[in-house]
């Protein structure tokens, strides 16, 4: 069990894959828009800060929250996971591999969860566990219903857009799911609505599903004091040859209330086009070994960090942590020039974005404009998200430099 990780810093990163990268070789010494740099949105944490890449669902749940007085934190641990398999079908289903990190009640639980089976429900599986260790009465079916009772829809996302457009022959040959994804002869798109699943059918039907498990809370020791989902060693210099595919998604979504009373929870998944759940909108995946993203937990209570990748994510997290400092600042952190070290041919990608960082390295130099998306979450009496400054589309202003 990790104790007491996350009480002060939460960083989550999201990384894009080298192999599908523009990269264009420039000179080293090119002159850096460096108006651009320390340019972060630090937003003040209110009653409760609702996490996921579906901003209009966090405002909706965020909402729901408020209104929701006589529900514990555990409760809604529950009903914002079961609401991931809507939002995020492509990267959470019911045989998705499953990491979460939950703190309620000054307790603390970790978990990885691995389908053993294509026709397995590993991901309703975790919520059970997670159920079982707190001792909580009330069944993964019960919050469901409590879901179906609520008069919402889902918001249809960028990353939910996308896989509604991938599946869209097969989910009009379904009626039901026609009705579901379609606006008239139109695909759901981004910025659109669609209906939300019947929960409880859903749950009902994973329990006719595998419920055999592989379950770890093993950590790897890492650089800097870290714990990692990851071993470092085979990704300190160069990349391991990783026979992935680029269809593996991945997803991390979190509640954060106060220092006793939050959870941060990632999921990969492979979908298989066309294998539908029933009449649900949720395919099953292909069985999943290795997570497609990769995060740490600093031993010293003080920062998590999650990054999300088609290939490299364990090798940029490995160099993020080895060439920034424990005592930088969030701003400090997310403005750090990043890179990768490749192979066949050996290189080095490295960002023109950001401010250099001491690299000892003889290999062939790329340069591409950005590397990566980083949200940082920060605990300093209450919790603070930094929005990722490379987007170019923050309107906040300069951010002010943090004091350690």
Not at 60 to 71: C, D, G, L, P, R
Not at 180 to 185: C, E, R, T, V
Not at 390 to 398: D, E, S, V
Request: glycine share 2%; hydrophobic share 35%; charged share 25%.
């Amino acid at each position: 069990m990790i104790n007491s990780i996350l009480k002060k810093v939460f960083i989550i990163a999201v990384t894009i894959s080298c192999s599908n990268l523009d990269i264009v070789e420039v000179d080293s010494n090119q002159k850096k828009n460096e108006s651009r740099l320390n340019v972060t949105c630090p937003i003040e944490k209110k009653p409760i800060l609702v996490y996921s890449e579906n901003n209009k669902l966090n405002s909706i749940y965020k909402n729901y929250f408020e209104q929701s007085t006589k529900q514990s934190f555990l409760d809604h641990y529950f009903k914002w996971s079961l609401l991931q398999l809507a939002s995020r079908p492509d990267s959470t289903t019911l045989n998705s591999k499953t990491l979460t990190y939950i703190k309620y009640d000054k307790k603390e639980y970790f978990l990885i969860t691995t389908p053993k089976t294509l026709n397995s429900s590993s991901y309703i599986s975790q919520l059970n566990q997670v159920r079982k260790y707190f001792k909580k009465s009330r069944t993964i079916k019960s919050y469901a219903r409590s879901l179906d009772n609520w008069d919402f829809s889902i918001p249809v996302s960028k990353e939910l857009a996308k896989f509604l457009d991938k599946n869209k022959v097969s989910l009009y040959k379904n009626p039901k799911l026609r009705a579901i994804a379609f606006k008239g002869n139109q695909i759901a798109k981004d910025g659109e609505t669609i209906a939300p699943p019947k929960f409880e059918a859903l749950v009902t039907t994973s329990q006719r599903l595998d419920q055999n498990i592989f379950e770890t809370n093993h950590l790897f020791k890492s650089s800097k004091d870290y714990l990692c989902n990851f071993d470092k060693n085979l990704f300190s210099s160069t990349p391991l040859i990783q026979r992935r595919s680029n269809e593996i998604r991945s997803n991390f979504f979190g509640l954060f209330q106060d220092k006793d009373n939050f959870f941060i929870t990632l999921t990969s998944a492979n979908p298989i086009v066309d294998q539908f759940n029933k009449n649900f909108l949720s395919l099953k995946s292909q069985k999943m070994t290795n997570f497609n993203a990769a995060i740490c937990f600093s031993k010293n209570n003080q920062e998590l960090i999650m990054a999300k990748n088609l290939i490299h994510s364990e090798q940029l997290l490995n160099n993020i942590l080895s060439s920034t400092d424990k005592n930088m600042s969030p701003e400090q952190i997310l403005n750090t020039k990043r890179f990768l070290n490749l192979l066949y041919p050996e290189r080095t990608v490295v960002e023109i974005y950001g401010r250099p960082f001491l690299q000892k390295n003889d290999q062939t130099k790329y340069y591409i404009p950005t590397l990566g998306k980083v949200d940082l979450i920060k605990y300093s009496k209450g919790f603070h998200l930094y929005k990722e400054p490379r987007t170019g589309i923050l309107k906040c202003g300069p951010a002010k430099t943090s004091k350690n």
